[in-house]
């Protein structure tokens, strides 16, 4: 899935990191912050 997740990156850096944070699932805590 790698051009869902470059058109994410272009359309906010914000929503790659929410993505990011998601796979890990500890994350998602952090992104909220």
């Not at 906010?12 to 909220?32: D, P, T």
Request: net charge negative; proline share 3%.
């Amino acid at each position: 899935m790698p051009n869902a997740l470059g058109a994410e990156m272009t359309e906010g850096a914000e929503l790659f990191q929410i993505h990011c944070v998601g796979c890990h699932g500890n994350g998602v805590q952090e992104f909220r912050i």
